[in-house]
């Protein structure tokens, strides 16, 4: 079993439509989550960052983090052509070791006009 | 600010040959990273470097080398390249709220 399981794309989602992203982890101790974007042949760079049980809100970005279950997602709310991307969970620890994130393999979305 | 800057952006070598991927942050972050991406997959950290004088094993490390040159850069060290080293190599920074600031990557392609 992977350390950080994404569900497998690809997503395809109409322009307007909300965009589920999913990711479970299997350490618990884990108190860290991102999810970054990455467009084709570019860098990641960071859109969200959860620490604690609950939705954390940015525009039309919502994280949501259940640790009991082991479970992080992404909503994206008025998905646009620009959301094309793939997207990437990221969940790791806190304080000395903080950075040292296991990534998931990634969900690539696809938001058609 | 440049923010992360790697070089260079591709490279190709020979099995055997060697190189150094160079990196530097102009945001005096303590902490860098180096990844590599291969195609469909996420990012798999092969060292990092928590401040300056420290480098650690990431999931990752064998057949690489790393150093710390100062605060602003890390470098990476193939000594003797593999095809299974063929990747994207992703080198980022940290500020202590774990938010990585990556550079634009090296695609390095061994034959």
């Known amino acids: 079993q992977k350390e950080v399981e994404q569900n497998s794309g690809p997503l395809s989602v109409p322009e307007g439509a909300i965009a589920s992203l999913n990711c479970t982890y299997s350490d618990r101790v884990s108190q860290s989550f991102f999810w970054y974007r990455q467009y084709s042949g570019k860098s990641p760079e960071l859109i969200m960052s959860?620490?604690?049980?609950g939705d954390k809100e940015d525009g039309r970005f919502t994280a949501q983090l259940n640790k009991a279950s082991q479970y992080v997602s992404l909503l994206i709310r008025d998905s646009q052509p620009s959301d094309s991307a793939t997207y990437l969970c990221a969940v790791g620890p806190i304080g000395t070791n903080a950075g040292k994130s296991t990534f998931g393999d990634g969900t690539t979305l696809t938001v058609k006009p | 600010n440049a923010g992360v800057t790697q070089t260079p952006k591709f490279q190709v070598l020979k099995t055997g040959q060697s190189m150094t991927l160079q990196c530097a942050q102009d945001?005096?972050?303590?902490?860098m990273y180096w990844y590599r991406q291969d195609p469909g997959m996420g990012l798999r950290l092969i060292y990092y470097?928590?401040?300056?004088?420290?480098?650690d094993k990431g999931e990752v490390p064998n057949g690489y080398n790393v150093s710390r040159l100062n605060k602003r850069e890390f470098s990476l060290r193939l000594e003797s390249a593999a095809p299974s080293q063929t990747s994207v190599y992703f080198c980022a920074s940290r500020i202590t709220d774990n938010t990585q600031y990556f550079g634009p990557g090296t695609r390095l392609t061994v034959l």
């Open positions: 945001m005096n972050h303590n902490s």
């Open positions: 959860i620490y604690s049980n």
């Open positions: 470097s928590a401040s300056e004088g420290t480098t």
